[in-house]
């Protein structure tokens, strides 16, 4: 196994932290060795990207059921006080990794935060709000997108999100998108990708919003073997 895949995870509750690995372990299989980072440590030195990112062939920015940047919480909640102090943090890897042309995937949260570097809205959006499998449609450049297009035009997709990027970040191409959710899935240059629904996670509920993703699922596997290369 010659490929090494960073996840940085920004969640502290220790059971969402052990579900999220395991899902990853399982996406990303025998493609690559999978190692985690915690957003939260403070003992890191976030300010020196290129020591996190010595040997990786790619870094995974997950999802966060801990904190928002919006939520419908208060200005000064804790919640959306860490998720600003994560976004100072993960800017710096973000930046380098473009710079440098190491592939980035952003999910969920990941998404947001990436979104929000580039002057994209992040607010709680009710209308966008959701938990459950929706329906993905590819945009014209999604179908023909490196990784994308191995997808059919319609999928199912997980989500789990309160808040929602609410416009085009800037230098974005958008990939997908749904009934549901205007900006389903990102590119920004040829290496960094984001998503709002979780293609790490087979299914999430249970009831009329509970459907497989199997298409969705492929994305991880798609990204190590198409553009971590």
Request: hydrophobic residues 40%; proline residues 5%.
């Amino acid at each position: 196994m010659g490929k090494k895949i960073l996840v940085v995870q920004s969640r502290i509750t220790p059971n969402r932290i052990e579900n999220e690995r395991d899902n990853y372990r399982r996406s990303v299989g025998e493609l690559a060795q999978t190692d985690f980072l915690s957003a939260v440590d403070e003992k890191l030195a976030w300010t020196s990207p290129a020591e996190f990112l010595k040997g990786y062939g790619g870094v995974i920015f997950g999802g966060s059921s801990d904190f928002d940047f919006h939520g419908g919480r208060m200005e000064n909640d804790p919640a959306r006080i860490m998720s600003m102090l994560i976004l100072s943090r993960a800017k710096h890897i973000v930046s380098y990794a473009l710079e440098c042309g190491v592939p980035v995937l952003g999910i969920c949260f990941g998404h947001q935060i990436i979104g929000n570097m580039h002057s994209g809205m992040v607010s709680n959006d009710r209308e966008q709000s959701k938990f459950g499998a929706y329906m993905v449609k590819l945009t014209e450049a999604g179908k023909t997108d490196p990784l994308f297009s191995a997808l059919p035009e319609e999928f199912w997709a997980q989500y789990a999100h309160k808040d929602s990027v609410t416009n085009l970040p800037e230098g974005a191409t958008l990939l997908a998108t749904g009934e549901t959710c205007r900006f389903a899935a990102l590119r920004y240059a040829d290496k960094v990708y984001t998503m709002q629904f979780h293609p790490e996670v087979r299914r999430f509920v249970h009831g009329p919003k509970s459907h497989d993703s199997p298409e969705a699922s492929r994305l991880i596997p798609l990204w190590i073997e198409h553009i971590v290369g």
